[in-house]
Every structure is written in C-alpha cells, then in structure tokens.
C-alpha cells in the first residue's frame, strides 16, 4: 500500500501522522518512509529514533524530491509492503509525483478557518490528479481537535460536504503525548508513562486508514 499524507497547508500535523504509521506499520511489515518534504522532519525524526534505539528505527527512511518521488515509489514498491509519502504543506512537483502512483491520500485539517480555506483546493488537486491516477482515495480527518466546541462542529461539517474527499470520523485530539513523544524518537503508542487516549485516537485513525485491526502488545 502506497499512501501519502499530504496537503496544501502547512502545520497541520502530517508528518506526525506520518511517521507514528510508519512506527506502527513496523511492527509486522517492511515499510519505507520517503521524505519528500523540504524541511526535512521526518529525515530527522528517524536519525533520532535511530540514534535512541539499539533496534534502530524499524523501517526505512529515505528523501526524494520532484520526479524522482514517482519512479522511485514504483521501483520500490516491490520491495516494501508499505510505503508512507510526508510531502509536506504545499502544492509541489513532488507531491503530484506522490499522487501519481499512491492508493490513498490522507489530509489532516486543524478545526481552524485558515486550514479549511484550504479545502477547495484541496479537492481540485485531487480530482486532478484523478486523471493519471483514477483509483486515488483521499480522505480528510481533524487533527488538532479541540476536546469540545463550534470549531469542530462547523469544521465537520465543511470536511463532510467537500467533493471528491471522504471524511473519516476518526479525531486526534490536542494532546501534548505526540510531540512529547516524537522530541525521543517515539510513536505516541510507545510514550512512558502512555497516553491511552491520545494512543487509542492514533490505532482507531490507523485502523480505519488501513482496513486491519491491530491489538498492540507492550
């Protein structure tokens, strides 16, 4: 499975999605984690985790850039189960390469006005590429949920109503577990002491993106 996480606003969260499925998809699978965005987080993410874990990081890590985000996708797919795409907030060459051979495009969208501004555009880039690649699934989902209020409910419905998206009804919350997590190298499923909800968010996202159940053990 190819999936990218991606977008065209920036700070909305991909690349924590991004490599805690990547930590997950490890656990019983070869993933390759490509970092086709030009800050480089999830580059950094994994030296970390590998610099702290005896183990290593379990999955592989690798940048490409522009075209080369294409071929190389193609190429290796037939040496990894999963392939994971962080390309970042914007609408670049690289991720339209990612798009053109993914299975799934997953959004993130903060509860916010200059997120959701973002929603229109975001379903042409979709239906665009839809063109080259007409069995793309993207799905939308609320990141940086507030635990209550209008800013979710409004921010919902929009998310609902966009054409060509499918919106999952699977929340994570504003939770300081996922950066507390990812300044050591970790997923938020590995954080001690753990966050239990801010893990049960991530599996229930998880799961629904990849169709499986998946019990966590220690």
Known sequence: MKIVVGGIKGGSGKTTVATNFAVLSARDQDVLLIDADDQETATDFTVLRNERRPEGAGYTCIQLRGAAVRTETQHLARKYTTILIDTGGRDTTSQRAALTVADILLVPFVPRSFDLWTLEKVSSLVAEMRTANPDLMA?????????????NEESVEMLKEAPGLEFLQT????????????????????????????????????????????????
């Open 139 to 151: 799905y939308v989902f609320l990141n940086r949920a507030d635990p209550r209020g209008q800013d």
């Open 171 to 218: 929340p994570l919350g504003t939770r300081k577990a996922f950066s507390n997590a990812a300044a050591q190298g970790l997923s938020v499923v590995e954080l001690k002491p753990q966050d239990s909800k801010a893990s049960e968010e991530l599996l229930t996202l998880y799961q629904r993106v990849f169709n499986v159940n998946l019990v966590l053990k220690g």
